[in-house]
């Protein structure tokens, strides 16, 4: 059983030994989210992200648009890797197709005593970072509904819960993120939360992509609901041959997502709407492969991707 704890949300009066140093690699939506969060709770955090983004948190830090208010917050942000230096933690938030050329990028410039966090979809990317960095990195279960509303403006559409493994490090950790306003909770099971977590993606991601849709307007769809159980079925499949247990009802987690988070797009969606690569072959892509190799048939699966890809082709780069 999970256990979410958070403190409440707004700048907290830290002793000097309970701040830490964060570096966020890879801000993005998610990343400029928790980046916030922690740097309201009195956290010191820099933002490493793209040139028109970090411009802007410089100039007037990042405005957080969140489900309980609105706030301007100050933080150091950077264009270059060299800012995770001295880092206590690294949250890392770049695209899965980006894992071993961002982590390439870092490496020269992470502390002996810096713990990384793995915040991205997928369920592999903590492994192929590790292998990258010659060290460990924690794979982190990120619930959370946020977007880019612009250069310097993260807007949130709901939840805000992490799932990481236990152990001392990520316990001693643990405190800032409940302080900020952030729940967090410890699983044993990390590996299964991955894989309920890239079943979700893989019911939603593709199919708001193609609509261009929010998730509560997409599952109002005729035969949309069919689509997704075959999608889930088959994610359900590779994932016992795989011999990965999927905790909790799964069908269930999918359905009351269109229910938290009806006006959310997928981030597949938000690539694509912003001319951008996505992470598909790492969703519906990476149920397609393991499938192949394990011998379960997924072609809905199968189908959603191959759309996708079509669709990226098809979108001019911005």
Same mark, same amino acid.
């Given at each position: 059983?999970?256990?979410?704890?958070?403190?409440?949300?707004?700048?907290?009066?830290?002793?000097?030994?309970?701040?830490?140093?964060?570096?966020?690699?890879?801000?993005?939506?998610?990343?400029?989210?928790?980046?916030?969060?922690? !740097?309201?709770?009195? #956290?010191?955090?820099?933002?490493?992200?793209? /040139?028109?983004?970090?411009?802007?948190?410089?100039?007037?830090?990042? &405005?957080?648009?969140?489900?309980?208010?609105?706030?301007?917050?100050?933080?150091?942000?950077?264009?270059?890797?060299?800012?995770?230096?001295?880092?206590?933690? &690294?949250?890392?938030?770049?695209?899965?197709?980006?894992?071993?050329?961002?982590?390439? %990028?870092?490496?020269?410039?992470?502390?002996?005593?810096? #713990?990384?966090?793995?915040?991205?979809?997928?369920?592999?990317?903590?492994?192929?970072?590790?292998?990258?960095?010659?060290? /460990?990195?924690?794979? !982190?279960?990120?619930?959370?509904?946020?977007?880019?509303?612009? /250069?310097?403006?993260?807007?949130? +559409?709901?939840?805000?819960?992490?799932?990481?493994?236990?152990?001392?490090?990520?316990?001693?950790?643990?405190?800032?993120?409940? %302080?900020?306003?952030?729940?967090?909770?410890?699983?044993? +099971?990390?590996?299964?939360?991955?894989?309920?977590?890239?079943?979700?993606?893989? !019911?939603?991601?593709?199919?708001?992509?193609?609509?261009?849709?929010?998730?509560?307007?997409?599952?109002?769809?005729?035969?949309? %609901?069919?689509?997704?159980?075959?999608?889930?079925?088959?994610?359900?499949?590779?994932?016992?041959?795989?011999?990965?247990?999927?905790?909790?009802?799964?069908?269930?987690?999918?359905?009351?997502? !269109? #229910?938290?988070?009806?006006?959310?797009?997928?981030?597949?969606?938000?690539?694509?709407?912003?001319?951008?690569?996505?992470?598909?072959?790492?969703?519906?892509?990476?149920?397609?492969?393991?499938?192949?190799?394990?011998?379960?048939?997924?072609?809905?699966?199968?189908?959603?991707?191959?759309?996708?890809?079509?669709?990226?082709?098809?979108?001019?780069?911005?």
């Amino acid at each position: 059983m999970l256990s979410f704890s958070a403190g409440a949300a707004g700048v907290a009066s830290l002793r000097k030994e309970q701040i830490m140093k964060i570096a966020v690699m890879g801000a993005g939506a998610v990343g400029s989210y928790y980046g916030a969060m922690l !740097a309201r709770g009195g #956290q010191e955090v820099a933002l490493i992200g793209r /040139p028109a983004h970090v411009e802007a948190v410089q100039a007037g830090g990042l &405005v957080l648009e969140a489900t309980f208010g609105r706030f301007r917050v100050p933080m150091r942000a950077s264009t270059d890797a060299s800012a995770v230096r001295d880092a206590d933690l &690294v949250l890392f938030c770049v695209k899965s197709t980006d894992t071993e050329a961002a982590g390439r %990028e870092m490496a020269p410039h992470l502390a002996p005593h810096t #713990q990384v966090w793995s915040l991205q979809n997928g369920v592999d990317n903590a492994e192929r970072l590790a292998a990258v960095l010659g060290r /460990p990195v924690s794979p !982190a279960v990120v619930y959370v509904a946020v977007e880019l509303a612009g /250069p310097g403006h993260v807007r949130h +559409h709901g939840r805000g819960e992490l799932v990481v493994p236990p152990g001392p490090h990520s316990e001693r950790l643990a405190p800032a993120f409940t %302080e900020a306003g952030v729940p967090i909770a410890f699983s044993e +099971h990390v590996r299964g939360a991955l894989w309920a977590k890239l079943i979700l993606n893989c !019911a939603y991601n593709a199919l708001s992509a193609i609509t261009r849709l929010p998730y509560g307007v997409l599952v109002q769809g005729q035969g949309v %609901e069919a689509v997704m159980r075959d999608v889930v079925r088959e994610c359900l499949e590779v994932a016992r041959a795989e011999g990965v247990e999927v905790p909790g009802d799964v069908w269930e987690a999918v359905r009351r997502i !269109a #229910q938290t988070m009806p006006s959310q797009y997928s981030s597949t969606a938000q690539d694509l709407m912003r001319g951008k690569p996505t992470e598909i072959d790492h969703l519906n892509g990476h149920v397609v492969a393991r499938g192949e190799a394990l011998g379960v048939p997924t072609p809905v699966n199968r189908a959603l991707w191959a759309l996708v890809r079509l669709i990226e082709r098809q979108v001019p780069a911005r």
